[in-house]
């Protein structure tokens, strides 16, 4: 069983920067592939970024070259930073965890963007 807790959320300005934490207990944290999804209101949940056990990204197209994601095995973390972001990013981040077709949910963190 995996646990996941994500911190960081919070209100910010058009073209600002937020990291989100996401933050692991439970399981080997090294062999998940690790992601970010979000979820606005009304919406389904959508794939942010992934980065696999060895260290490889991937992003959706609507991030890429604004969102960087990365992970720290040994503190079982792994993080999303996010620049020059856009009222449309605002939504609930979830961290999620994948592995063997197994896959666990954090309870998420609201980001929204708004001046």
């Known amino acids: 069983q995996v646990q996941l807790v994500e911190s960081g959320g919070d209100l910010v300005q058009p073209g600002g920067s937020l990291r989100l934490t996401c933050t692991a207990s439970?399981?080997?944290?090294?062999?998940?592939?690790m992601g970010w999804y979000r979820q606005a209101p009304g919406k389904q949940r959508d794939l942010v970024a992934t980065?696999?056990?060895?260290?490889?990204?991937n992003y959706a197209d609507s991030v890429r070259g604004r969102f960087t994601i990365s992970r720290d095995n040994a503190r079982k973390t792994v993080h999303l930073q996010m620049n020059s972001l856009k009222p449309e990013d605002t939504a609930v981040y979830y961290c999620?965890?994948?592995?063997?077709?197994?896959?666990?949910w954090g309870q998420g963190t609201q980001v929204t963007v708004s001046s």
């Open positions: 999620n965890s994948r592995r063997l077709g197994v896959s666990y």
């Open positions: 980065v696999t056990t060895s260290g490889g990204t």
């Open positions: 439970g399981g080997a944290f090294s062999s998940y592939v």
